[in-house]
């Protein structure tokens, strides 16, 4: 199972990015996505995840109302939408998956830890 990050890069504050998860060789279907992101001399923190069916998300406080996040079955790809991108944001940035068919919501979504499979990650760098 590999999953590949794309996306990141530089953008003035109050930018866009949008980054990419992408898979080869296994449909993404049965997974719940997340994004995480870690940054220098801080613990990585979930940033935002989705269920395998897409009706239920997680947004951290800090990026509610600025970052989206969605999934294309067809094209075997989660995206992350960061809009009014801050420099707190910066960090880089990683997609990870979990096998999880089915989500009861009794628990939480967006906890690394239970993430098994892990992509490279990409920086995202936003100047002030």
């Known amino acids: 199972v590999q999953l590949q990050a794309s996306g990141g890069g530089l953008v003035q504050a109050g930018g866009s990015l949008r980054l990419s998860c992408a898979t080869s060789?296994?449909?993404?279907?049965?997974?719940?996505v997340g994004w995480f992101r870690q940054a220098p001399g801080k613990e990585r923190e979930g940033v935002s995840c989705v269920t395998s069916s897409g009706g239920s998300t997680y947004y951290a406080s800090s990026v509610k109302g600025r970052f989206t996040i969605s999934r294309d079955s067809a094209k075997n790809t989660v995206y992350l939408q960061m809009n009014s991108l801050k420099p707190e944001d910066t960090a880089v940035y990683y997609c990870a998956a979990w096998r999880l068919p089915y989500y009861s919501g009794t628990y939480p979504l967006c906890q690394s830890a239970e993430y098994d499979y892990w992509g490279q990650g990409t920086q995202v760098t936003v100047s002030s």
């Open positions: 060789g296994f449909s993404l279907d049965p997974y719940a």
